[in-house]
Every structure is written in structure tokens, then in C-alpha cells.
């Protein structure tokens, strides 16, 4: 598809960086004095549950929105100087981390995190996964599609894209852009390949790696049902997943509803646009990386049930 008009309507309009955040309520334990407000932020001595810390120094003061052509390899301006100053074609910024000085850290069970937040409520809209590795916590690959609907009108498309994405100014990329999810899958499993993660033949779960989520809508809820109306079968790397806001509970014994509360309790700034996808999945991203540092242990915490994967089997009993 021709990409025309580029520099004019390649926009968006980023969400401020915010301060610091102050304290989250839920962090007090009776004694508010208690939370020092510095780098490394400390709970009532009476708390049994695993400190929080602040990450290690960041630098958050120079985001600019990704160019989400490039993210999608279709930016036809990879050596415009104008372009290249206005929008970010290095899609791990923002996420690069000094992990050197960090004695927490634990040794993983998995090699690979693919963290991945769909948006869409009716159809999928927008399929971004980061490639994280486990050992140093970089950023490897970013795989990022928006999707098209099979089921709906081209009126109806235009008013939901105008509605969900026009308020970020990114509604005239998603039109240059989007493809049917079938196709996405396509691709995606030749990304998958290309990184060793998987291959169709002889197919099955995942090597090594795993999908990280904020929740379980997406895996549990929404890939089996665009499955179901793009008439596909579910793939089998769709079988298990590692919700994050488990992993967060049972590590800080701290309750989070949505990557918004995890963030604000551990005082990581909101990066981007929220329900962004690709915005959305970075700072899931940080989260994860967060949560790496302060030697959180990432496992499987919902499965599929082999021969009848419409049911799920969670694997804590501690659960959001
Ligand atoms: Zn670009």
C-alpha cells in the first residue's frame, strides 16, 4: 500500500512526562511518615512483603514518540534528519538499564519475554510484542501491527479508528497500515522464527520463552475469540502466559488492578499514550524490568488445558 502524506499526519501528541509521583496510598502502612520520597523507597518496618525499589538511574526526560512506520518496517524516511529529530526509530528507548550493580537479580526460568498488549474491544486494532531478554533485560526485537477488522464496515472502521486512535494522532498511520489479523499471524510467526522462539513445523509452545501480559484478557479472552472470527484455529504458542499483575501480587504482596497501579506503586513515569498499544506494551515493559531488578521470578501463571483449550488453568492461588 502506498504510504502518501507522510511528514504532515505523521503525528502524535505524547502525554507529558509527569513529576514524580508521590506516594501511592496503598503503600502506606499506618505510618505515611515512613515513605521516603528518594530513590529507594521504603515501607513501615512492620511490612513482611518485599521492598520496593526505585529503578536504577533512567533517563526519562528526552522521550519522543516512536515512529510507528518504522516500528511496523514501513518508514519511508529512515534518512530524513527532519523526520529522524521529530520521531523515534530506536524502539528499546526509554528501556535501556544499567544492570550491572544489581545483586538481586535471579537467574530466570526462561531465556525470552514477549510482552504484548492488544488493544481493541470489539476486533483486535493494534498487535504490539516486545522481545525482552531475560539474562541482561534488553529490548531484542519489537514485533508491531495494527490489524485491521474482518467483521465490520468500512463506516464503522472509520468511526472506531477516528475515536480510539485520532486523539492520539496516529489514526492516518493505522489507515496506511493496518492488515488483517490472519496476515499478522502469518508474519508474526516468521518473526518468531527468525528469532528461534518458534517454528511452524514442528510447531507446538514456545522455546524458551513465554508471553507477558497485564492481565489475562488478552491470551485467555481475545486472540481465541479473532480467532474465532477470522476462522483460524489458535496457535499453539497462545497456550500459557505469565500475567504480571500475579507475579506482582505474589512477589510484593501488594494488590495492582492495571499496569497504570503497578506503576504508580513501584514510581515508574507513564511513558507515552496510554491504551496506545505499542506505548502500553513499553511500559509493561518497565514494569517487567522493574520487577527483574528487584529479583522477581517470572513463571507461567495460566495454562491452557491440553485437548480442551477453551478452558484455562490458573497456577497460583494467589491471584488478581
Ligand atoms: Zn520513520
Not at 496503598?26 to 518496618?45: D, N, Q
Not at 515512529?67 to 528501556?95: A, M, W
Not at 498499544?277 to 517487567?288: E, F, P, Q, S, Y
Request: a positive charge.
Amino acid at each position: 500500500m502506498m504510504i502518501s502524506r507522510f511528514s504532515s499526519r505523521c503525528r502524535r501528541n505524547p502525554l507529558p512526562v509527569p513529576p514524580p509521583l508521590s506516594a501511592s496510598p496503598s503503600l502506606v502502612t499506618g505510618k505515611r511518615h515512613c515513605i521516603s520520597l528518594s530513590a529507594s523507597l521504603h515501607v513501615g518496618e512492620e511490612s513482611t512483603s518485599a521492598p520496593i525499589q526505585a529503578t536504577p538511574s533512567r533517563n526519562y526526560n528526552r522521550w519522543k514518540p516512536l515512529c510507528l512506520y518504522y516500528t511496523q518496517g514501513r518508514c519511508t524516511k529512515v534518512d530524513d534528519p527532519l523526520h529522524i529529530e521529530k520521531f523515534n526509530h530506536n524502539f528499546g528507548s526509554g528501556l535501556g538499564l544499567d544492570v550491572s550493580d544489581s545483586k538481586k537479580l535471579r537467574s530466570q526460568e526462561l531465556d525470552f519475554f514477549l510482552v504484548l498488549d492488544l488493544e481493541g474491544k470489539v476486533e483486535i486494532l493494534e498487535f504490539p510484542v516486545l522481545l525482552l531478554e531475560a539474562k541482561t533485560m534488553s529490548v531484542i526485537d519489537i514485533f508491531h501491527r495494527f490489524v485491521r477488522p474482518s467483521k465490520m464496515s468500512e463506516q464503522r472502521i472509520n468511526q472506531y479508528i477516528e475515536g480510539k486512535y485520532g486523539k492520539f494522532g496516529v489514526d492516518r498511520v493505522w489507515h496506511d497500515t493496518a492488515i488483517h489479523f490472519n496476515e499478522v499471524i502469518l508474519q508474526f510467526e516468521e518473526w518468531l522464527g527468525k528469532h528461534q522462539l518458534w517454528m511452524k513445523n514442528p510447531g507446538g509452545p514456545l522455546r524458551r520463552a513465554a508471553f507477558v501480559t497485564c492481565g489475562n484478557w488478552d491470551l485467555k479472552t481475545k486472540i481465541p475469540d479473532q480467532c474465532t472470527v477470522s476462522r483460524m484455529t489458535l496457535p499453539p504458542y497462545f497456550m500459557e502466559w505469565i500475567n504480571l499483575k500475579d507475579i506482582f501480587l505474589n512477589f510484593y504482596n501488594r494488590r495492582a488492578p492495571g499496569m497504570v497501579s503497578m506503576m504508580k506503586e513501584l514510581r515508574i513515569p507513564l511513558q507515552g499514550s496510554h491504551h496506545l498499544g505499542i506505548d502500553d506494551t513499553k511500559n509493561i515493559a518497565r514494569v517487567l524490568q522493574h520487577m527483574l531488578l528487584d529479583g522477581a521470578l517470572m513463571q507461567i501463571s495460566a495454562r491452557r488445558l491440553p485437548g480442551s483449550p477453551g478452558k484455562v488453568k490458573f497456577l497460583f492461588e494467589n491471584r488478581v
